[in-house]
């Protein structure tokens, strides 16, 4: 049976953190706390730590137990998602961690082989991790990776409670919860797509803005589910400007963290491939916060 109880708290506006790195490369635990405070006196719905915003593929596996221990000795009342992944093995004692640590749910992040067997292998590395543990599992479709054949097998699955789908492809999507209606389906595309797909069923949210401008993403939510949907198109219109900074290639991290820099949260650096901000982008960030009043 499909644990309801969890499946009704995926619901609202997600957050991915940014993990903080000082300039010597270790982590600002102190900064991260900070922010997840932040996160939750906004009344985030959902923190999902260690996640792609939060550099996943960055840590180690000690860094991550340290980011959601930390995430779960700060968060009180948001729903916490663990980002879970990298080698089967890994993800499993990730997992298990995470599942001792008391949370309900996590989000299995994608292979960087999924597109090698499609099928087989991300069905596979899926069960696997699920079967690890008791608690809820998100798979996640990442560019249109999984077939709706691959979805009707992940759905024997008994502890897959919800979808995260960063497709773009909301024909598909649909399709998804037309076949699962009691599947939670989570939109990865954030501010920007998510009335569009919350038409076609989702009942959540990702986003990386809400780390700096929490209220701009909640009134999002809430004229979405209110049909507010004139309130919405205002408020997309807003947040152009920082939509196509974030969006440029490889951006949208740097940009994340430099806005929390500017806010005072810390002075966070990211960790190679990534690069900062540029000094002209970094002059476009400001300008636009500063339209924002949050600096």
């Keep these: 049976m499909k644990n309801y109880e969890v499946i009704n708290k995926i619901k609202g506006v997600m957050a991915y953190p940014p993990t903080p790195f000082k300039k010597d490369g270790t982590v600002d635990f102190k900064g991260l706390k900070k922010h997840l405070n932040f996160l939750e006196e906004n009344k985030v719905h959902i923190i999902a730590p260690a996640g792609g915003t939060g550099e996943f593929f960055s840590l180690t596996l000690e860094e991550w ?160 589910i209110e049909k507010r949907y004139d309130d919405v198109f205002v408020l997309q219109k807003n947040l152009r400007g920082l939509i196509e900074l974030r969006s440029k290639s490889g951006r949208h991290i740097p940009v994340v963290k430099e806005a929390l820099n500017l806010m005072g949260f810390s002075e966070s650096i990211v960790r190679p491939p990534l690069c900062l901000l540029t000094d002209s982008e970094r002059e476009i960030l400001k300008n636009i916060m500063k339209e924002f009043n949050i600096i």
Aim: glycine share 8%.
């Design 65 to 224: 137990k340290e980011v959601i221990s930390t995430t779960v000795e700060t968060i009180n009342e948001s729903l916490i998602l663990p980002a879970v992944g990298k080698s089967v093995e890994e993800a499993k004692e990730m997992a298990r961690f995470a599942e001792n640590l008391g949370c309900k749910v996590i989000q299995i992040m994608p292979p960087h082989s999924m597109f090698g067997n499609r099928i087989d292998g991300i069905f596979e590395y899926n069960k696997e991790i699920a079967g690890s543990v008791s608690i809820g599992v998100i798979p996640y479709n990442l560019e249109g990776s999984m077939s709706i054949g691959l979805v009707d097998r992940l759905m024997t699955i008994e502890n897959v409670v919800a979808i995260k789908d960063e497709s773009g492809d909301i024909q598909w999507f649909r399709k998804v919860i037309e076949r699962y209606p009691d599947l939670i389906g989570i939109c990865a595309t954030a501010e920007m797509f998510a009335p569009y797909y919350f038409l076609a069923g989702a009942s959540a949210f990702s986003s990386g803005i809400v780390n700096f401008l929490p209220q701009v993403s909640l009134s999002v939510y809430h004229a979405i």
